[in-house]
């Protein structure tokens, strides 16, 4: 995510919580059956493991990972690259469901990080001492991982089940990383007796400064400024296998078998089923063909794009900033869509892939007109609509039952609303992308996050692979599941659950082989909506009237 997108809608999720605890209860859950295979099935080998994915109504998904000697579930993020975790010894309300870090086997850095999230209106924080301890996911550990133990946060995280952020981007936005490698300059004094910069004040998106790496380096360099290939150090590209996040420092220490990992999201509302939730680590889920995914390249931000200067010596290397693609085109049920007039025409189109963004955001004008056709902010459930992302050439359609979420239309009926937002406009000096494609569309494929040589993208590139999971028939089956809502008057199901500690034995493969869930038959009674809260651990109480406020809080976005 940007964690804006996270928290925005987490926000409004938690605003709904309190509007609605005095009306009827009206989500339906349903028991999601779905057999783990415990630790000892788990897929894992050298180099290669994979895990199952919980999730939170569709809204965030989660897995298990080990922080000391907790193991605890944290929201898997491709938009952020910083693994936090909340301590037990947060103030304010920390009581959670889920177990929070005790830091007995914490090795205190001595620094604070302060993460502010959202824009200036719906801003959040997570402040703690930034520290080590041994960190793992899936069996797969490393000793000496940098990472934030969260003593104050206004987040809504433990309100979605999860106790912590898992960041999987690159090190050059990884915030921890940036106030180590900081800290560790301003302790040596620059000629000038300067102390560098250290800017703490992260406000959405986040585009990450790279300007201490050129303050640090001594005034004769100066004059050379304009030649930027002589003004960073092979030292910061080099302590990403130190001061990295958990997965860099897994791929510089060689530990999995590919420099990458993959994963295919659940759907936990709508028409339950879906992909089996998993994240795969190390290489593709078994059984798919890396020829049988789309790769396309991963945008890189030169130094005149404000980003990471090349070490000296490699000059003419760029490195990738964020999960961000090329897009060629988008098409909303069948019409090609006109370029946003908001960004500057040189700025080629592209999109962040973020895990941790519940929703699709694209530019204001093109939105607004997707809005139009679809005849304003509501509309009929039963009408499939096709958002189709053309990249690399293929198409890459949203499943029409992952397009919408269920609402209530100004006259009061069952509706539905588009899972569309707004995002801001790419800027020459910011991030580059134009689109974040969130839950929506990672639920709609099989996508593969390679990260290649992260200190030299040239010797092995970074690249994200997509396989369109969608069947042919979704727009069929989304009629389906809303006509089996209707016939019951019953609201369209949705549920939680925890992230396993196993894998889930897939019920059946899919399109193109990506193995299913299973999917549950709609009987809609209180009966399977109390077996449901009973056997899935994060359904609490709260969690119900969440889901019951999460339908509106979307409609909000
Ligand atoms: C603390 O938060 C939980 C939900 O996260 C809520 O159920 C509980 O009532 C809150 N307690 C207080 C004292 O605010
Ligand atoms: C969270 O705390 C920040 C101060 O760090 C404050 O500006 C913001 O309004 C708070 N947000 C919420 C949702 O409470
Ligand atoms: C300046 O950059 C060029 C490549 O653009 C490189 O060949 C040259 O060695 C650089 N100068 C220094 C002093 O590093
Ligand atoms: C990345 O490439 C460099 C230069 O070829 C090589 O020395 C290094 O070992 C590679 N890193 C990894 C993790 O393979
Ligand atoms: C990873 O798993 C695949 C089969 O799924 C196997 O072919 C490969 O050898 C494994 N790699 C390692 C390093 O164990
Ligand atoms: C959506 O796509 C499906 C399959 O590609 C197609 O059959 C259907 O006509 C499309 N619907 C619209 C409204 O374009």
Redesign the pocket.
């Given at each position: 995510m940007t964690f804006w997108s996270l928290v925005l809608s987490l926000s409004l999720i938690s605003s709904h919580?309190l509007a609605l605890e005095n009306e009827p209860r009206k989500g339906i859950h349903l028991p999601l059956v779905r057999r783990e295979v415990r630790r000892e099935g788990l897929h894992k080998r050298a180099g290669n493991a994979s895990i199952g994915i919980g999730d939170f109504v569709d809204v965030t998904y989660n897995v298990l990972v080990q922080v000391g000697e907790v193991e605890t579930p944290l929201v898997l993020d491709t938009g952020s690259a910083d693994l936090w975790v909340i301590s037990d010894t947060c103030i304010g309300?920390?009581?959670?469901s889920v177990p929070l870090y005790p830091q007995t086997t914490f090795s205190p850095s001595g620094l604070t990080v302060q993460l502010l999230y959202g824009d200036s209106r719906t801003g959040t924080h997570a402040t703690g001492p930034i520290g080590k301890d041994a960190a793992g996911i899936a069996g797969l550990s490393l000793q000496d991982q940098y990472l934030a133990a969260i003593v104050d946060t206004n987040t809504t995280v433990?309100?979605t089940g999860s106790a912590g952020i898992l960041g999987l981007g690159f090190p050059a936005i990884s915030v921890v990383w940036r106030q180590l490698i900081q800290a560790q300059l301003s302790g040596v004094p620059t000629k000038k007796g300067k102390r560098v910069h250290m800017d703490l004040d992260y406000h959405r998106p986040a585009f990450p400064s790279f300007d201490f790496m050129f303050s640090s380096v001594p005034p004769q360099a100066h004059a050379k400024r304009q030649n930027a290939t002589a003004l960073s150090t092979p030292e910061f590209i080099d302590s990403f296998a130190t001061l990295g996040p958990l997965f860099s420092r897994m791929i510089s220490q060689h530990e999995l078998a590919q420099p990458m990992f993959a994963t295919t999201l659940q759907r936990d509302s709508i028409d339950i089923g879906g992909n089996v939730g998993q994240l795969s680590i190390g290489e593709l889920p078994s059984g798919i063909a890396s020829e049988s995914l789309t790769w396309v390249p991963l945008r890189a931000y030169s130094v005149a794009e404000h980003g990471l200067p090349p070490p000296t010596d490699a000059p003419n290397e760029v490195y990738p900033l964020v999960w961000e693609i090329a897009i060629d085109d988008v098409y909303f049920d069948g019409a090609k869509l006109a370029r946003s007039a908001l960004s500057a025409p040189t700025i080629t189109l592209s999109a962040l892939v973020d895990t941790g963004n519940s929703l699709i955001r694209g530019p204001q004008d093109v939105i607004a007109s997707i809005m139009d056709s679809l005849g304003g902010e509501t509309f009929d459930c039963s009408v499939p609509h096709n958002l189709t992302f053309l990249i690399g050439g293929k198409s890459f359609p949203i499943d029409p039952r992952d397009f919408i979420h269920q609402t209530t239309s100004e006259s009061n009926e069952p509706a539905c609303s588009a899972n569309l937002a707004v995002t801001d406009p790419p800027s020459a000096d910011g991030f580059l992308y134009s689109w974040s494609l969130g839950d929506p569309f990672l639920k709609s494929v099989l996508a593969a996050f390679y990260y290649g040589n992260l200190t030299r993208p040239s010797q092995d590139p970074p690249r994200i692979g997509l396989m369109s999971t969608v069947p042919s028939d979704g727009g069929e089956r989304l009629k389906q599941a809303i006509s089996a809502a209707e016939a019951v008057n019953a609201p369209l199901a949705a549920t939680s659950h925890a992230a396993p500690s196993g894998t889930y034995a897939a019920s059946a493969t899919g399109v193109g082989g990506v193995p299913q869930a299973t999917s549950v038959s709609n009987t809609n009674t209180d009966a399977s909506a109390n077996a449901a809260r009973g056997t899935h651990g994060i359904v609490?109480?709260?969690l119900s009237l969440a889901l019951c406020g999460l339908v509106t809080a979307l409609a909000l976005l």
């Open positions: 919580v309300n920390c009581s959670s433990l309100e609490s109480a709260s």
